[in-house]
């Protein structure tokens, strides 16, 4: 069974950063993609940012520019930076790995954005 652990979640003001970790248990390099969601309270869960394993990635129009994917092979860690926070951020995040199997989700961590 593959664990995901996230870490990295916390309050922070308007404009400010955060780094998102998710560490696997699993070499990164057998995932077919891995992601991050979002659900905020009261929304359904969003696709923040998602990268293929031939390193394709893609971002939610309203993360562009502003949050970042990449991944540590040598760690099995797949990081999300979130640069120019704002309140419309706040959420819930959990990280998503895909295998030739099925998919498996982190417990998410908390962001908060508020001043």
């Known amino acids: 069974q593959v664990q995901l652990v996230e870490s990295g979640g916390g309050l922070v003001q308007p404009g400010g950063s955060l780094r998102l970790s998710c560490a696997t248990s699993k070499k990164i390099f057998t995932f077919i993609s891995m992601s991050w969601y979002r659900q905020a309270p009261g929304q359904q869960r969003e696709l923040v940012a998602s990268m293929t394993g031939g390193g394709t990635t893609i971002y939610a129009s309203s993360v562009r520019g502003r949050f970042a994917l990449s991944t540590d092979g040598a760690e099995n860690t797949l990081y999300l930076d979130l640069n120019t926070l704002k309140p419309a951020d706040t959420a819930i995040y959990y990280c998503?790995?895909?295998?030739?199997?099925?998919?498996?989700w982190g417990q998410g961590t908390q962001v908060t954005v508020s001043s």
């Open positions: 998503k790995t895909r295998d030739s199997e099925m998919d498996y």
